[in-house]
Every structure is written in structure tokens, then in C-alpha cells.
């Protein structure tokens, strides 16, 4: 399968880097084709703007997700857009790999989800949750915390690590119609001893090699619902 690795992460010899690499090394071990967008190496440009379209439907007044679907349509995106976009309709599996910033990803990487998750494409009107655009391909989240593991579920101080991911896993990447695999997590990686990272690595290489056997989390699909979006009585 085409795999595509969207790494954020401004050391590249951070933990994270890590875990990167070795996804990396990992997947095409067992054939697979990886392309990896190294957001801080690449110096990606995380703010959508007007900047972002050669040419405007509306010179007027920018409606942001209205020039999207024209500029993909007719292909004068921003060439930093366009080659991300590329990469991620190119792949089956795209990992997501960042340390969590404020319960969430880093503001590089929100960035590439504004920018790259193209409205026309991606979603729009009633393409989204199991009818989004990027049906078929599969997401897989990263993440190091500074957190420790009994910090996050329910009833813990900060619940449910899904509830606090809900704009990525729910808002984003379902909603764009990817099937989204449950997170992979290194808790409290700063504070703890060289063997318990390693330990991490040895869990996160395991897990790749085994990606066929994860069951997708559950989200809403559209059936379940009316034209209005209410839900259908079960
Ligand atoms: C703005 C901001 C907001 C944050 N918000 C949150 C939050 O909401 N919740 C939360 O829990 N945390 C939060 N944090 C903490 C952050 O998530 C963690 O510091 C980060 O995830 C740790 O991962 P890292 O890759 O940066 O670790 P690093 O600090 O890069 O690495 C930790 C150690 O691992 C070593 N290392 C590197 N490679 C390897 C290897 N191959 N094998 C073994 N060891 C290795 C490094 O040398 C280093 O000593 C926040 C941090 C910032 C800056």
C-alpha cells in the first residue's frame, strides 16, 4: 500500500522524529511505498489566506472553502497545497505523527488540515462522515504526551483521550470519510528512562506490522440520519 507519513515536530532528534523514522523504516520493510511530509523541515506554511489561490471566483470577498473547490477544480491552488494534496490521494494509510500541544495537534499541522483537506475533494455538502471524499483510505494517529497514562479514560482528570482528540478523530478525519484507526500513544516520554522509550518504539513497531488486524473506531454514517441530518428513529 502507498503510505504517507505527516510528520510535525521541530527537533529532529525528538522522540517523535523517532517514531517517525522507524514508521518509516518499518512500512517499507514490508514493502510498502512511504513519502514522508516533514512539516517543519519542509518550512510548511500552516495559515490559509488569500494567498492560497492564483486565481479568485470571488476577488471580492474570500470565502475560503468556496475558492478551494474552484481552485482545485481548475488546478491553481498553491503548489505547496497541490503537492500535499497529491501525496494524500496518492495514499491508502496516512499517519499523523506530533506531539500533543494543548490537548490537540501543533499549529503547523492544524494548518495542513486547513489548508489540505481541500473542500470539493476532501468534503463538501453531503460528502462527509462515510460518504466524505477520502473513503477508502486510512488514518492513524502518532502521538507523545507529556501526560501519563492514568491521567487520561473516564473518570481520569483528563478523560477520555478519544474525547480530547475529538477534533482530529471525529471533526476531521472521519468527517472526511477516513476509516480511523485507534491512536497509538507514548505517555509521559520526557520524564521517563531510556528502556521505557525504547519499550515504546518496540509497541509502536509491533502495532505497524500488525495494522491489518486493527478494527476502525466508530462514527456516525450517514443512513443513519434524514435529508435534515436528524437522526432516524432506530
Ligand atoms: C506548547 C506545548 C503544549 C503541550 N501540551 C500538552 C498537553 O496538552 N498534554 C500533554 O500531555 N503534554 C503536552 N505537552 C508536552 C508534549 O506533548 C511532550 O513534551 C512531547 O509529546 C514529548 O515528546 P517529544 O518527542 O517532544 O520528546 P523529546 O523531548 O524530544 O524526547 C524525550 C527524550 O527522548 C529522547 N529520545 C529521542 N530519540 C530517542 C530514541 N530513539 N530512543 C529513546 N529516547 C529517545 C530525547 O533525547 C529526550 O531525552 C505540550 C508541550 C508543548 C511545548
Known amino acids: 500500500m502507498n503510505v504517507l507519513i505527516v510528520h510535525a515536530h521541530n527537533e529532529p532528534q525528538s522522540f517523535s522524529s523517532a517514531l517517525c523514522q522507524l514508521a518509516e ?12 511530509s516533514d512539516l517543519y523541515a519542509m518550512n510548511w506554511n500552516p495559515v490559509a489566506s488569500a494567498a492560497d489561490f492564483a486565481e479568485r471566483a470571488n476577488p471580492d470577498y474570500l470565502v475560503y472553502a468556496l475558492e478551494q473547490r474552484e481552485g482545485a477544480k481548475a488546478k491553481t491552488l ?10 494524500l490521494l496518492w495514499a491508502d494509510l496516512v499517519i499523523f505523527n506530533f506531539p500533543i500541544y494543548w490537548f490537540s495537534a501543533p499549529a503547523i499541522l492544524k494548518g495542513w488540515f486547513d489548508r489540505v483537506l481541500v473542500s470539493g475533494i476532501c468534503y463538501g455538502g453531503k460528502r462527509f462522515y462515510d460518504q466524505g471524499g ?14 501519563r497514562e492514568h491521567m487520561f479514560g473516564e473518570g481520569a482528570i483528563h478523560g477520555p483521550l478519544e474525547d480530547m482528540l475529538r477534533p482530529i478523530l471525529r471533526g476531521t478525519l472521519a468527517y472526511t470519510g477516513m476509516a480511523v484507526l485507534p491512536p497509538f500513544v507514548a505517555w509521559h516520554v520526557p520524564y521517563i528512562g531510556n528502556d521505557a522509550r525504547q ?11 500488525h495494522l491489518q488486524s486493527d ?5 456516525p454514517r450517514l443512513e443513519q440520519f434524514d435529508e435534515r441530518l436528524y437522526p432516524l428513529p432506530r
Open 25 to 36: 523504516e518499518t512500512l517499507q520493510g514490508q514493502g510498502h511505498a512511504v513519502q514522508v
Open 199 to 209: 519499550d515504546f518504539l518496540r509497541q509502536y513497531q509491533e502495532r505497524l506490522q
Open 215 to 219: 478494527q476502525p473506531l466508530a462514527f
Open 134 to 147: 477520502l473513503t477508502g483510505k486510512q488514518a492513524l494517529l502518532s502521538v507523545t504526551l507529556g501526560g
Open 78 to 87: 498553491a503548489a505547496d497545497i497541490q503537492g500535499e494534496l497529491d501525496k
